[in-house]
């Protein structure tokens, strides 16, 4: 079945770091794929997606850009502020299963430290 | 503002007892989604509803029910026979078309149930 694995966490990096979070999916056909942010206390948000092979999301800074040759949809930000604390979570479309419902990866949680 | 509801925010529950979790939406969306969210393990599907009077079962629907008599409300109940039922809960919608909202999940601020 379809399925998404990203990197464990907890990253933990300094004020105006680059980041990148691995994510990398099995999936049959052509998934829509997302990045969804939870800060603490609260539910998901959406942050970026990408709905086609090559297509680059973005979003305050963030950037995430749909590879099929290699089922990647890595994360990435040139700066990370301590604001960008939080868990994110890489999820994909199940078209085989209900329209609209997604999988999601275990989430990975970000400390950005002053 | 439109958004979804979920209420109570916190829950404390003897074992043995059932509970149920509101959730309500102004969104206008016909799909509605109920995940379990547990530390490690991401989230998991619950029950979900395309559309009034009919819900499906998602991957971990034992010992879960819910109903869906009017589009803006889909609430869940967590039975006696949920083993494990200490989560933190979250309800989605989606618009249930095929246009530039598909497959994007709105979701609400979740629900923590606590077993004592």
């Known amino acids: 079945g379809n399925s998404v694995t990203q990197m464990e966490g907890p990253v933990t990096l300094s004020e105006e770091a680059f980041l990148t979070i691995n994510c990398t999916y099995t999936a049959t056909g052509y998934p829509s794929l997302f990045w969804y942010v939870q800060y603490p206390g609260e539910g998901l948000q959406l942050l970026l997606k990408?709905?086609?092979?090559?297509d680059k999301g973005s979003n305050k800074g963030f950037e995430a850009t749909y590879r099929k040759e290699t089922t990647s949809f890595h994360l990435e930000k040139g700066s990370v502020q301590v604001s960008d604390s939080a868990v994110y979570f890489c999820a994909l479309s199940d078209h085989g299963g209900s329209q609209g419902n997604l999988i999601f990866g275990k989430g990975t949680k970000l400390s950005v430290k002053p | 503002d439109g958004g979804i509801t979920q209420s109570p925010k916190y829950l404390f529950r003897k074992e043995g007892q059932n509970v149920t979790l509101s959730c309500e939406q102004n969104?206008?969306?016909?799909?509605m989604y109920w995940y379990r969210q547990d530390p490690g393990q991401g989230l998991r599907l619950i029950y979900y509803s395309q559309i009034v009077n009919d819900f499906q079962k998602g991957d971990i629907a034992e010992g879960y029910s819910v109903s869906r008599e009017k589009k803006e409300s889909f609430p869940l109940t967590v039975t006696s026979a949920q083993k494990n039922p200490t989560a933190f809960y979250l309800c989605?919608?989606?618009?249930?078309?095929?246009?530039?909202?598909?497959?994007?999940?709105?979701f609400g601020a979740g629900s923590r149930l606590t077993v004592l």
């Open positions: 989605a919608t989606n618009p249930g078309d095929r246009g530039a909202g598909a497959n994007v999940l709105t």
């Open positions: 969104l206008n969306h016909d799909a």
């Open positions: 990408a709905t086609k092979a090559d």
